[in-house]
């Protein structure tokens, strides 16, 4: 079940990838897909008062950043799955972040 984030809970989550390797989900509406994109984290922040915006360095030269960010999860296979809701209940950005590939 999706939570509405809570910054300081959602931030030491996404800072407990740093220094390993994740596997990335991405989406932004529909212009934006990225499944299973392999990258090793830096650096993770999480910032704004509501949507936030969640950033991850990754090998030490690239940045993914998704805005928008309003509800997450902590999925019992340990991983993060963040989300950002309009108004109107409808997502509009996705980014999940786990140890283990995802599904196909």
């Not at 996404?14 to 509406?29: M, N, P, Q």
Request: hydrophobic letters at 40%; zero cysteines; glycine letters at 10%.
């Amino acid at each position: 079940m999706m939570n509405k984030i809570m910054k300081p809970h959602v931030e030491a989550e996404l800072r407990s990838f740093v220094g390993t390797d994740v596997y990335i989900h991405s989406e932004a509406t529909s212009f934006v897909f990225v499944r299973n994109f392999k990258i090793h984290v830096t650096h993770a922040y999480i910032a704004g008062d509501g949507p936030f915006r969640a950033a991850l360095r990754f090998d030490g030269h690239g940045w993914l950043r998704m805005e928008a960010l309003t509800h997450y999860e902590i999925a019992g296979d340990g991983r993060l799955l963040l989300a950002g809701y309009d108004d109107r209940g409808r997502m509009n950005a996705a980014l999940h972040i786990g140890k283990e590939p995802f599904p196909e």
